[in-house]
């Protein structure tokens, strides 16, 4: 299970499968971004913090059920119409909103603690999502398996993400500054948008870390 070879497994799906999850994810992304930025011009900055989380527990758990949903239909060769998957992830959203709401919660903490516990712990929940989803899991019970799954996997968990995401920061740090400087506040939808759409590809990158490690070690690769 080489980091490389699940991340060109991993976006040679989502370069195939881009139009199908641009049209399932996008609009929902789009209407999170939106609502992010009202709720920026509403609020004061030294606000609640907790504001930002809810307009997230809204909307993020419909288009991340919906995308799993479609992950796993193409592993098997299906292919599920766009309003079904939807259908399903909204039936997800009361466990899968908890879960974001616990993984939030358990990241912010770990992250104050010196840093390195919220890595270790950005890395052990990688499968929460999956599992919730997948194999109709309770949040704390997703959580548990996740532990259990991603022993042994750290480094290779680890590595995948941080190519994913570091490129993404990086994104994001030079989006904040663009914006900033031209306040044009579409131009920092647009910039939203797209920062939060990109952020799919990790879920697709997770997605194939977690189907590599759920089969038997003699099992031979299979794309996503």
Known sequence: MNPLDVLRDSFYFFQRNLSRIVT???PLVVLEALLQQLLGHAVEPDAFPGYS???ELLVYPLYTGALILFLDARSRGESPA????????VTLWP???VLVAINSMLL???LSLYFLPGVWLMVMLAFTEYLLVLRSLEPLDAIKQS?????GHFLRILVCMLCV???LWVFKGTSVTVYAELQNPVLSL???SAYRFLQLFLSVVLYRLYMLICEKPDTPDSTA
Do not use: H
């Open 24 to 26: 399932l994810c996008l």
């Open 53 to 55: 989380l809810i307009v």
């Open 82 to 89: 766009t309003l079904d998957l939807l259908a399903m992830s």
């Open 95 to 97: 466990r899968l909103a």
């Open 108 to 110: 912010r903490v770990g």
């Open 147 to 151: 532990f259990q799954l991603t022993k």
């Open 165 to 167: 995401m570091v490129p």
């Open 190 to 192: 647009l910039m939203d």
